[in-house]
Nanobody
Framework: QVQLVESGGGLVQAGGSLRLSCAAS????????MGWFRQAPGKEREFVAA????????YYGDSVKGRFTISKDNAKNSAYLQMNSLKPEDTAVYYC????????????????????WGQGTQVTVSS
């Protein structure tokens, strides 16, 4: 079991930046793949980024590649999503998620592979 709490959402102008944080507690943080998803009104939950247990391997959704950066700090039990060059279409509720994996390099992209979720934080990008 692991509990996740996101923070850092808010209102930002197009072209601006925002950094989301995900604080984890409950079990060994290094045992989890961390992921970020987002969901806009009327749309399904979309994969944004994932980072492996190692913290070395990462993967990004096509819509954010080159603009967003995922990172994690096992010592701080935290994961982060740095969002740059934000666009109005990035507006969504962003969720932190965790997958308990025994594979040091596994990077799941399906929301169904993540058993633990934060409450979400709203990101709104104005034009």
């Amino acid at each position: 079991q692991v509990q996740l709490v996101e923070s850092g959402g808010g209102l930002v102008q197009a072209g601006g930046s925002l950094r989301l944080s995900c604080a984890a507690s409950g079990r060994t943080f290094s045992s989890y793949v961390m992921g970020w998803f987002r969901q806009a009104p009327g749309k399904e939950r979309e994969f944004v980024a994932a980072i492996s247990r190692s913290g070395i391997s990462t993967y990004y959704g096509d819509s954010v590649k080159g603009r967003f950066t995922i990172s994690k700090d096992n010592a701080k039990n935290s994961a982060y999503l740095q969002m740059n060059s934000l666009k109005p279409e990035d507006t969504a509720v962003y969720y932190c998620a965790a997958h308990h994996s025994g594979d040091y390099y596994y990077l799941p992209r399906s929301r169904y592979e993540y058993a633990y979720w934060g409450q979400g934080t709203q990101v709104t990008v104005s034009s």
